[in-house]
């Protein structure tokens, strides 16, 4: 499976963006998807996730209420829309996919890796 993010961009606190994942590949409904970020100077760390149906999904304490992970497999497409954007959620921030179903928290879990997109968000 190769994933492509994109949708980042720069906005303010209290705003609202939303990233998107491309996966290509013929097991994408197959995989477990998730979202990380990495801010400068921070380890990667984890977001959110969603399982293969897209009936169970995973997120960080510091999102819960405030982003929504969500898929279509029949686009081959993982989503991210993030509400009441603070300062702190101003990372790089990657979609991966894991063929286990866990929605896993670990990195090392994760088998596929998008290239990440870039989210500021300004006070």
């Known amino acids: 499976v190769q994933l492509q993010a994109s949708g980042g961009g720069s906005v303010q606190a209290g705003g609202s963006l939303s990233v998107s994942c491309a996966a290509y590949?013929?097991?994408?409904?197959?995989?477990?998807l998730g979202w990380f970020r990495q801010a400068p100077g921070k380890e990667r760390e984890f977001v959110a996730a969603?399982?293969?149906?897209?009936?169970?999904?995973y997120y960080a304490d510091s999102v819960k209420g405030r982003f929504t992970i969500s898929r279509d497999n029949a686009k081959n497409m993982v989503y991210l829309q993030m509400n009441s954007l603070k300062p702190e959620d101003t990372a790089v921030y990657y979609c991966?996919?894991?063929?286990?179903?866990?929605?896993?928290?670990?990195?090392?879990?994760?088998?596929?890796w998008g290239q990440g997109t870039l989210v500021t968000v300004s006070s």
């Open positions: 991966a996919a894991e063929r286990w179903d866990r929605l896993s928290s670990y990195t090392y879990e994760y088998d596929y």
């Open positions: 590949g013929r097991t994408f409904s197959s995989y477990a």
């Open positions: 969603i399982s293969w149906s897209g009936g169970r999904t």
